[in-house]
């Protein structure tokens, strides 16, 4: 059996999907990015008016999609260091990589999840860095 669990602090999903499934004691994070709940602009994003990205920040980004991460695991009755996987989407392996990692070893000093980092052309709204993450659960 399995549970729905989603944040009333975190983004509103892009679709129809929770922000987390509580299968046992593990807990599946449906792709969080760096949005905030109830506002159009998104954390380090400049648009141009047909809604594609002219510049971003990719620091800021991080930043945003770790806390709105710490949001859905606390809203769901886990926490940080219960992550035991984290997938990272980059739109921009090449110019993004080293400050995403560089943010991510702030965040992970402590709770050393397994990660895997993959470049993917695009994401469903226009962010530069989603993660997936799996935790436990009491």
């Not at 560089?102 to 709204?125: D, G, H, M, Q, S």
């Not at 226009?126 to 935790?135: N, Q, S, V, Y």
Request: aromatic fraction near 8%.
């Amino acid at each position: 059996m399995s549970t729905e669990h989603n944040s009333e602090k975190a983004p509103e999903p892009v679709g129809l999907y929770p922000h987390a499934r509580k299968v046992g004691n593990l807990l599946f994070l449906s792709g969080v990015g760096p949005r905030e709940r109830g506002k159009k602009e998104i954390p380090g994003v400049t648009l141009d008016e047909n809604g594609k990205i002219t510049s971003y920040d990719i620091e800021a980004q991080c930043h945003s999609v770790f806390k709105n991460v710490r949001l859905i695991l606390e809203a769901s009755g886990s926490s940080w260091d219960q992550l035991v996987d984290v997938t990272v989407f980059l739109t921009n392996m090449d110019d993004d990589f080293k400050a995403y990692n560089k943010i991510y070893a702030e965040y992970f000093k402590e709770n050393r999840p397994c990660r895997t980092t993959v470049e993917i052309n695009k994401l469903p709204t226009p962010i530069a860095i989603e993660l997936k993450c799996i935790a436990t659960i009491d």
